[in-house]
């Protein structure tokens, strides 16, 4: 057995134990395991299926009936991100209304269903003659088709979650790794596609797909088990090593005193105000290093530095807006440290729901 068989059978053995953990766990949102279990399954269950067709054992008996069942995979892994992504965003699951998501699944089903209802005799027949997909009604086009429909899920999870105002910097975090992770199989999946049809790779270097998968595969067993704990405020240095705070010297309770510090700066001398603040300027006021008070921020406050300085300066806004009927937004986004416009009513947005107008006719 060849060396990358024996690196990806291992990573299907890792995925399964990981959905089964996922699918046992006891969490607050079990239901949101589950669905990243099944996604992670499917996965391993794909990755046994090209190591058994990488062997050479498809046209065999014991294994023919596996032929072509990864195929309607390719239609549930979009399907499966984007209501993972969803359920942990807004906490809505699975109704009859997201049925349609399934439609490309059973369309692909059928397709392939003369193949499906041969015997092994036949099945045998068919690999060594033509080819499984010549006995389906599967079209050659098909198959950009399916790459599409991988994208095309790609994109609209992205647009939809990636800049959610509702989740914290850490869970941002986790969720774009493993969206990156869903991109990077959806990327090579369609790069292969390209590359097989206009004869720039042969068919049977797929395990360039595979690679997609490893990824995501590594990515949810390293941090999809340790999702509740990051969900519950858990620091990401204790869960991820290779983080960029991984060799701080910065400990917990050091930390906590520094956020107490620093929150006590902002609110007493109110530095927010300052348009052109940095990280530099609350270092230098608190004595301490830029790299310390960046990590209290990403880490405690579970913010970046921007959103951290823009949550003050929104609740003085709002304040301000409330207590003063007559004010001007204008005078109000400079007087709370903002130097535009823009930059005011997208972070009044992004923390009330609102922009300013809207907010004032409410009140």
């Not at 032929?67 to 309607?72: E, R, T």
């Not at 910097?169 to 986790?174: D, F, G, M």
Request: charged share 20%; proline share 4%; aromatic share 18%.
């Amino acid at each position: 057995m060849e060396a990358h068989i024996i690196i990806f059978i291992f990573f299907g053995i890792a995925g399964i134990l990981l959905s089964l953990l996922f699918a046992f766990k006891k969490s607050k949102d079990s239901f949101s395991n589950r669905l990243l279990g099944f996604y992670v399954m499917l996965y391993s269950i794909e990755i046994f299926y090209n190591c058994v067709k990488w062997s050479g054992l498809l046209d065999e008996p014991r294994w023919v009936h596996l032929n072509l069942i990864a195929f309607p995979f390719w239609t549930l892994y979009g399907p499966l991100i984007y209501f993972y992504m969803r359920r942990v965003v807004t906490g809505i699951g699975i109704g009859p209304k997201d049925l349609f998501h399934l439609i490309p699944t059973l369309l692909v089903i059928l397709s392939l269903g003369p193949f499906y209802i041969l015997d092994g005799t036949q099945k045998i027949e068919a690999v060594l003659t033509f080819g499984p997909l010549a006995h389906t009604w599967f079209p050659s086009w098909g198959i950009w088709l399916l790459a599409a429909h991988l994208i095309i899920y790609a994109i609209v999870t992205y647009a939809k979650f990636h800049n959610v105002t509702t989740l914290g910097y850490q869970q941002k975090l986790w969720l774009n790794l493993l969206m990156g992770s869903y991109f990077a199989f959806s990327f090579l999946f369609l790069s292969f596609i390209i590359l097989v049809n206009f004869n720039i790779m042969s068919p049977r270097y797929d395990y360039f797909i595979d690679l997609g998968i490893v990824t995501t595969v590594s990515v949810t067993m390293y941090f999809g088990f340790m999702q509740p704990e990051i969900f519950q405020g858990r620091p990401f240095r204790e869960i991820l090593p290779l983080a960029k705070y991984r060799k701080s010297g910065l400990d917990r309770e050091t930390a906590l005193k520094l956020k107490s510090k620093l929150d006590a700066l902002m609110r007493e001398h109110k530095l927010y105000k300052e348009p052109d603040l940095r990280l530099d300027d609350l270092s230098t006021k608190l004595q301490t290093s830029r790299n310390y008070i960046s990590q209290v921020i990403n880490e405690e406050f579970n913010k970046n530095f921007f959103d951290f300085i823009n949550s003050y300066r929104i609740s003085e806004a709002i304040a301000i807006l409330q207590h003063e009927k007559n004010s001007k937004i204008t005078d109000v986004l400079y007087d709370v440290g903002f130097n535009n416009r823009s930059s005011f009513y997208k972070a009044f947005k992004k923390s009330t729901g609102c922009n300013p107008k809207e907010f004032l006719h409410r009140n």
